[in-house]
């Protein structure tokens, strides 16, 4: 059965600092991996996709990265604002072309504090 | 192009009524899939449809539960005989039939259940 798991649950900085949000995945046949955020009553937003051929993917002040081999993905964020507040969420893929769907993690709640 | 839509946005229902939630994916796509998102967990897949087509339903529950996706109109995720636990945030996702790892997420529905 695959599993995602985001650690930590919530977390709380200062503006301006950098900052990792991790995922564990238990199965290493992942096809890709997504990055979303979530904001309180609105739906998701992706903010990165990994295949699973790749190591990283960068936006803006963004970047994730994938190591299959030990089951991790990071999402760094450089120079954290008080817009960055949301629930950040972890998504496997498994299957290519759509099947299963995605199977998320619970989330990071992210706050920055201004 | 406007996004997923999603409606209603908010849904109350009591014990033992029916829910009809309904998906219009973006413009061009395909393939849509339904998610739920139950408090304090994650989302879990439920079903993936493609025009008239079921083609994944692993993650739908055996009772009470159907989802469609006619050749034309919405998509919809229908819940008979609500009960308590079928409280949660329901979204919708689509992606284009040449790009089907790319999912695209509508706002949800909440689906309250007195």
């Known amino acids: 059965k695959q599993e995602v798991t985001q650690i930590p649950a919530a977390l709380s900085v200062p503006e301006g600092e950098n900052l990792v949000l991790n995922c564990s995945f238990t199965d290493s046949a992942i096809y890709n991996l997504q990055w979303f955020r979530q904001d309180p009553g609105k739906g998701l937003t992706s903010l990165l996709l990994i295949q699973s051929s790749q190591r990283e993917q960068t936006s803006g002040r963004l970047n994730a990265s994938l190591d299959k081999s030990s089951g991790r993905s990071t999402l760094y964020i450089a120079a954290s604002q008080p817009g960055d507040s949301a629930t950040y ?25 201004p | 192009n406007a996004g ?28 849509v899939y339904w998610y739920r998102q139950l408090p304090e967990e994650g989302l879990k897949f439920m079903v993936y449809l493609q025009k008239e087509n079921i083609i994944d339903e692993s993650g739908m529950p055996k009772e009470r539960f159907s989802a469609e996706f006619p050749k034309e109109g919405p998509s919809i995720l229908r819940i008979q005989q609500v009960v308590r636990g079928d409280s949660a945030a329901y979204f919708c996702a689509s992606s284009p039939p040449l790009d089907p790892d790319t999912q695209y997420f509508g706002p949800g529905t909440r689906l309250t259940v007195l």
């Open chain 1, 89 to 113: 969420l972890c998504a496997g893929m498994y299957s290519g072309g759509g099947a299963d769907g995605l199977t998320f993690g619970k989330g990071t709640h992210l706050i920055i504090q």
């Open chain 2, 4 to 31: 997923v839509m999603q409606n209603p946005r908010h849904l109350v229902r009591r014990r033992g009524q029916e829910a009809r939630l309904r998906c219009s994916p973006m413009k061009g796509h395909s393939h």
